[in-house]
């Protein structure tokens, strides 16, 4: 059997995609804040699900808590890291920055870091970041969480590279959404908002075929493409 952890899953985007991943048979170890949750989503399948709760910006306890979350598994596979947080924040309210900032960047790398650092211990392993489309450009809404996005996508990258200048079977995955109907969806003007359920299945998808990089849903390449050679000019009318 399988383990993964996924770190993020008391809702949306990790909680839809541990019950995939619980129904295709894997050991999954799900993380997050909220502990009431994570007991309910145990409750619903004991056996298969372990479940530790954290909070990623403690960067100083992640190296314990996912220790012992493995040892409780049995192993590691998989980790898929879907903890995020971000604001629209046009006032630039430091204090909000900051937490996106320690959330999506200190936290994210303490957990990247150990994720590979125990899957080159091992010699293989297969590491999974939720980073966003709205890494690619800036945004004026929220500057915070689109830097700290555009930080993951090149934090993945580098990671990426990294194994291929290896010779052991670790591979880094990078699930690029639009908008997906969470919590985190947040503001005017959303537009292809794809179910979660629908999301979470496309994610399972390019986990299991090892994708470098996946847009959720597809179509959204369209536009990353397209927003990676917008020039400045317009970008400063959006
Ligand atoms: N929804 C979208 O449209 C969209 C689009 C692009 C990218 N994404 C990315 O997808 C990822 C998942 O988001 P979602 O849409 O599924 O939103 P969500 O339902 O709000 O889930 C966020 C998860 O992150 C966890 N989390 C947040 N802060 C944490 C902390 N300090 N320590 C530990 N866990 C923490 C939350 O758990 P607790 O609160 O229990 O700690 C929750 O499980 C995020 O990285 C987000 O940026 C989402």
Known sequence: MKKVI???????????????????????GVTGRRLNLLEEIK???????CCKSFDI?????????????????????????????????ETLDFELEKNCIDTNVLGFTAIADWAYSFFQEQKSGHFVGISSIGGIRGNRMAPAYSASKAYQINYLEGLRIKT???????????????FIDTDMAKGDGLFWVVPVEK????????IKHKKKIAYISKRWTLIAALFKILPNKLMEKL
Do not use: C, W
């Open 43 to 49: 409750s619903q399948n004991p056996s298969q699900i």
């Open 199 to 206: 999301a979470a299945k496309q994610i399972f998808y390019a």
């Open 6 to 28: 996924i770190v993020g899953a008391t809702s949306g985007i990790g909680r839809n995609l541990a019950k995939i991943m619980v129904a295709k048979g894997y050991k999954v």
């Open 57 to 89: 910006k403690n960067t100083s306890t992640l190296h314990q808590h996912l220790t012992e979350l493995v040892s409780e598994l049995g192993g590691l596979d998989i980790l898929v890291f879907s903890s995020g947080t971000g604001d629209l924040n």
């Open 164 to 178: 291929s200048k290896s010779t052991l079977p670790i591979v880094i995955t990078d699930i690029r959404p639009g």
